[in-house]
């Protein structure tokens, strides 16, 4: 055995096992941001630009990557090791010499002398048995993926709700923006109309500085209201995951939602999550009472022993069954058993709390939505009263046979009862998302997809 083979082996292992592993920096590519909004193609954006979604994502396939982790035990485990030194020790010597093949009678047992060994040795293990803790684990790990899967899908649902209301939100601010800019513009010409009459001796100064005032008032609910929608429109691209950049609505504002068919809990994916969490702590428990059973591991080797001082070299082999069984661990077990059945009896009874909550919502989601659409009829109604008594108000003022005053009450109630129609507009798309949402529904079909999957 020559020292270049050393130096041969030693750089074969450092090829097979030190290669280092380039940390790729993983860019999220940039999506195409559309020119016009709509509630549709807002919640896919949504969906594959909002962080949490980009997390939720990272949850499932780190839990896959914790399942691939315990399938690894369904394989056998392979080693290769390799090892140089020398020695006087005696006992190491002597031992070395036995299993290069190099003894003779002329070696001193106390003292065979300085001697080095370069051992190669490869390893196969693996356990047949171990009371189904591995196959438990497995389960547990499978258990666990769907549980982050379920996350995910419930973080799509509600990005979907919050863009659904954010984006009602944008248009009912836009119209809110419309509705106070008609009532200031209205309110300029009454005081027109009132300075006219003012300077033709037929209008009191009093009711003149309440026009005044009124102007002055609706500037100010104008101000509010842009206000208002530039910050619900931040409050829209944060949803997105957008810093900055424009808000503008399509004039068709996209699909209109449909009333879900049927609502049943069934299909939240809050108690997908926690029956997932269930199995999971069921396959624990398994895991646990494996505990009480013996493992069995077969194993066998084979291995090189050479020497360059001796210039000797020999193989062997070995190859067994090996048995463990805890007779007594201090009751570890039996503690680790009991904490299992423990938390499972608690998931079962957060199961029983989520599926009362959850059909309290839907009866929630269901009144609301009721009360929504009569809210939608009587606006309606309110606001064709409102528009003709203000109308008539108008042309009574020019007249002079109204107070200035009985002026600004129609105007106020006509602003009052638009305000309550967008409302309720708003509110009645909001009650459907609202719905679906309860049923365990996507705002739109195939808007559930992944941030990958979309760009």
């Not at 209109?256 to 108690?271: A, C, V």
């Not at 049923?439 to 739109?444: R, Y």
Request: net charge negative.
């Amino acid at each position: 055995m020559k020292p270049t083979l050393l130096t041969a082996v030693l750089c074969c292992f450092s090829l097979l096992g030190g290669t280092s592993l380039a940390q790729n920096r993983i860019e999220s590519k940039q999506l195409d941001i559309p020119e016009l909004w709509t509630a549709e193609n807002a919640v896919a954006f949504a969906i594959s630009g909002n962080p949490d979604s980009f997390i939720a994502q990272k949850r499932i396939e780190e839990a896959q990557a914790t399942a691939e982790m315990a399938k690894a035990a369904d394989y056998p485990l392979i080693n290769l090791s390799a090892e140089y030194a020398q020695t006087n020790t005696p006992m190491y010597s002597f031992g070395n010499i036995l299993n290069q093949g190099a003894f003779d009678n002329s070696i001193d047992f106390n003292d065979p002398g300085r001697t080095d060994n370069l051992n190669l040795k490869a390893l196969i293990a693996y356990r047949l048995y171990n009371g189904g803790r591995d196959k438990a684990e497995i389960e547990a790990a499978l258990a666990t993926t769907e549980m982050s899967k379920s996350d995910l899908i419930a973080v799509h649902q509600r990005l979907g709700f919050e863009v659904i209301k954010t984006f009602q939100a944008i248009v009912q601010a836009e119209e809110m923006v419309k509705v106070q800019q008609a009532s200031l513009d209205a309110i300029t010409v009454a005081l027109d109309v009132g300075r006219a009459r003012y300077d033709a001796g037929d209008l009191l100064r009093g009711d003149l500085l309440n026009l005044e005032l009124q102007q002055a008032r609706a500037s100010e609910d104008l101000i509010q209201s842009q206000h208002n929608l530039e910050l619900t429109k931040r409050s829209f691209l944060n949803l997105l995951g957008l810093h900055d950049g424009e808000v503008v609505l399509s004039d068709t504002k996209g699909a209109i939602q449909q009333l879900p068919e049927s609502i049943n809990y069934q299909n939240r994916q809050e108690l997908k999550h926690l029956l997932a969490m269930e199995q999971a702590s069921l396959a624990l428990l398994k895991k646990a009472e494996g505990g009480r059973r013996p493992t069995v591991d077969a194993f066998a080797s084979y291995q090189i022993d050479a020497g360059v001082v001796l210039e000797e070299a020999g193989d062997s082999w070995l190859a067994g069954i090996k048995m463990d069984y805890n007779l007594f661990d201090g009751r570890r077990t039996s503690s680790e058993i009991a904490k299992a059945k423990s938390q499972l009896q608690g998931i079962r009874g957060l199961i029983q709390k989520t599926e009362l909550a959850l059909n309290l919502e839907i009866q929630q989601a269901e009144l609301n939505y009721q009360q929504a659409e009569k809210r939608l009829s009587v606006t309606d109604k309110m606001v064709t009263v409102a528009e003709e008594g203000t109308r008539l108000s108008r042309v009574r003022f020019k007249e002079g046979v109204i107070l200035a005053s009985d002026l600004i009450d129609f105007e106020l109630r006509l602003s009052d009862a638009h305000a309550r129609q967008l409302a309720a507009r708003a509110g009645y798309q909001v009650a459907i998302a609202s719905l679906r949402r309860a049923a365990g529904l996507p705002q739109f079909p195939n808007t559930e997809k992944t941030r990958e999957e979309l760009q």
